[in-house]
């Protein structure tokens, strides 16, 4: 039977983990759990615990205990029993957020491959789980797993166009075939139509090819991807040129900040100090026109002393300065992949924990679930990008191509 609800409990769970230390959480969690299903059940029952009333239909009859794996550790939830039909918390023991439920699916699986044992217990150690269940294990990566699928294959059309993409790699290490191994999860994120950040779509290679890509982007531009006028990036030759193949006439914004490393690379290191605040002073310009002189001066001060370091700028020009061609109230979120690497750093942060997966099939669950709710939370915060700046972002683009020749007028004989 199912209870009236008073309160929201899924809601008020979530408030209660988010506001409390790991270790008076265990404590605290099991009482407000317990207190929250002792209500619920008197709502069933139609009275309160021990009150005679009129309205009453059904009579409590002890408890039976349940272990309930959290993220502050493994709790007891005491289940109140009716003598006449049931009452089951399916809100509390059925609900899992993803990410905590993909980590115990990875450990899980770690455990039935018989992978790093030692590892493995001190992991569940220090995420508080006491046991888990070959039975448990499976349901939950069956559920994930769909869950996860059906996130990456969604359809993008009905958000787009994403005017704005930036796409970048992280590398995993991996059990194949006995052996440890890295994998790369390629990964993009996009600014939809709302002006709100979506995770595009997530995959897991044998490594950064551009086959592998090229495979990644046809993959997007056929779930719906499009009006795409800006992808940012670092340099990596695959990476642009299956830029190049599936998303034709988009611009390609070469990160600053990878660029800054490839510079320094061919940059003495007695010269670097001086050569990075020439770069930055670029980028510290108010508009585009000041941008581009600022760059021709750049230019002119290395050409003699350094000129290995000026013919590297003057290559990757057009490159490195595509971020010009659109409004300077954007440049920030555009001329750079540090917003993607803030994302990467929380996928690292879950990652980090297990270490090395035990197939990719746990990349994906565990990377995967980590996206979606990340993509949720972006739903609902604050717009990355203001409706009237993306507007004026597309106008400005629009505005600079080319008109269509107009046709010509056949003469005709009198």
């Given at each position: ?7 929201d ?20 969690l ?15 029952c ?30 007891d ?11 089951f ?32 217990d ?12 070959k ?42 075939n ?39 982007f ?16 670092d ?33 003495p ?6 050569v ?90 565990l ?20 409706l009237?700046v ?23 004989a009198?």
């Open positions: 039977m199912t209870a009236p609800r008073i309160v409990p899924a809601r008020l769970l979530d408030q209660a983990v988010g506001d409390a230390s790991p270790d008076l959480m265990r404590h605290l099991s009482t407000v759990i317990n207190a929250l299903l002792s209500a619920e059940a008197d709502a069933v139609g009275a309160e615990y021990g009150t005679p009333s009129p309205d009453r239909v059904a009579q409590r009859n002890g408890y039976r205990h349940r272990d309930l794996d959290t993220r502050t550790g493994t709790i939830v005491a289940i109140p029993k009716l003598r006449s039909g049931s009452y918390p399916d809100w509390l023991l059925e609900r899992r957020k993803r990410a905590e439920s993909a980590l115990i699916s990875v450990v899980a699986t770690c455990y039935l491959l018989g992978v790093s044992t030692r590892r493995m001190k992991l569940v150690q220090t995420l508080g789980i006491t046991s888990l269940s039975s448990q294990v499976s349901r939950m990566a069956a559920e994930l797993d769909q869950q996860v699928t059906a996130f990456r294959t969604r359809s993008l059309s009905e958000s787009g166009p994403f005017t704005f993409v930036a796409a970048d790699a992280l590398t995993m290490k991996v059990r194949e006995g052996r440890v191994v890295n994998a790369v999860v390629l990964l993009a994120t996009g600014i939809n139509i709302d002006g709100h950040r979506e995770v595009l779509g997530i995959k897991v290679a044998t490594s950064e090819t551009k086959q592998a890509w090229h495979t990644f046809a993959d997007l531009v056929a779930r719906g991807l499009s009006g795409v006028l800006l992808v940012t990036s340099a990596h030759a695959g990476l642009v040129e299956a830029i190049a193949a599936n998303l034709p006439g988009t611009a390609w914004q070469r990160c600053r900040t990878h660029y800054a490393a490839n510079l320094m690379s061919v940059c290191k007695s010269s670097w100090g001086w990075k605040a020439l770069l930055h002073s670029v980028y510290d310009q108010p508009d585009a026109e000041a941008v581009h002189a600022q760059y021709d001066r750049v230019l002119d001060a290395l050409a003699d002393k350094l000129p290995a370091v000026a013919e590297h700028l003057d290559q990757a020009r057009a490159d490195v300065l595509a971020f010009t061609s659109f409004p300077k109230e954007i440049w920030r979120q555009i001329w750079s992949n540090n917003p993607q690497e803030r994302l990467n750093r929380e996928i690292r942060r879950r990652t980090d924990v297990v270490g090395i997966f035990p197939d990719r099939d746990a990349v994906t669950r990377v995967g679930a980590v996206l979606a709710e990340q993509h949720d939370e972006w739903a609902e915060g604050r717009r990355y990008l203001g009237e993306l507007a004026r972002a597309r106008a400005t683009i629009t505005a600079a191509e080319p008109a269509p020749p107009e046709p010509l007028e056949l003469e005709t009198a």
